[in-house]
């Protein structure tokens, strides 16, 4: 118990910030489940060299 007690602050930190990673992860999950993507750069496709990989060309 004296270790919890003088942990305290670093016990806390650390779940939030595991917490945070979790959500993140998870709507990441979400996205690519939904068909969203990452790769989206949200401007036109015309002369990108990556237009080939895009979802709305295919």
Do not use: P, Q
Request: include cysteine; proline fraction near 0%.
């Amino acid at each position: 118990m004296l270790w919890i007690t003088n942990n305290l602050s670093t016990i806390l930190v650390s779940a939030l910030i595991v917490f945070a990673v979790v959500l993140i992860i998870r709507k990441m999950i979400k996205d690519k489940r939904s068909g969203r993507s990452a790769l989206g750069c949200g401007c036109g496709c015309e002369g990108c060299a990556l237009s080939d990989k895009c979802r709305g060309n295919k």
